[in-house]
């Protein structure tokens, strides 16, 4: 089948509430790969941003980096910043916070996602890496406790399944401005658009890291 031949989808409407993630408890040495998905993966399905709080990890800002500019889209990494101020931040900026946790309440059994569209607002995601400050669950700190299933399992997964839900599938054909490297879908093979080539791109063996 060829994809091209599919109605293109609609774009997510360029005024929409911005997403970013708090990337919480990160261990440089232990969490570079995962914590290096995250953001990956949160980039992907076209969140606005992601902030490693209260450490710096210069891998994770060059991956990043690198993915971004090669691949589009505008993208903001940010390190260092202490989660209290972050948060404080952006609730005083009208932002609502959102924190991800097997505790709270159901993705696919209660009406969470839709109360969180329906706010209109700019949303942080709190993503922890190790267990969290009892903090993050209250209040002050949160205005949603979100289970993405109340299981064991990863944060990464956790972050796409919540992303795509929110996002309602659109985020998936969304075009990203100004990549270098674009990727064909196809039913077999791989072929890969890079800027300057022509409209009949040249077909690669592998898919660019």
Known sequence: MDNSSLKPQQPLPTNRPKIVILRWGHRVARDVRLTTHVALTARALCASGFILADTTDSHIEETVTKITKAWGGDFHFEMGTS???AV???????GIIVHLTAYGENIQTSDVIPRI??????????????KVPGEFYSE???????????QPHSECSALAIFLDRYFEGKELGQPF???KITIVPKERGKEVKTSGESEAPRKKSFIPP
Do not use: C, I, P
Request: cysteine-free; overall charge positive.
């Open 88 to 94: 404080r931040d952006w609730k005083n900026q009208g």
């Open 117 to 130: 569209r329906a706010t209109g607002k700019d949303v942080m995601l709190l993503v922890g890496s190790q």
């Open 177 to 179: 401005e100004k990549a």
């Open 83 to 85: 989660w209290k101020h």
């Open 140 to 150: 002050e700190v949160s205005d949603f406790n979100v289970a993405v299933g109340n």
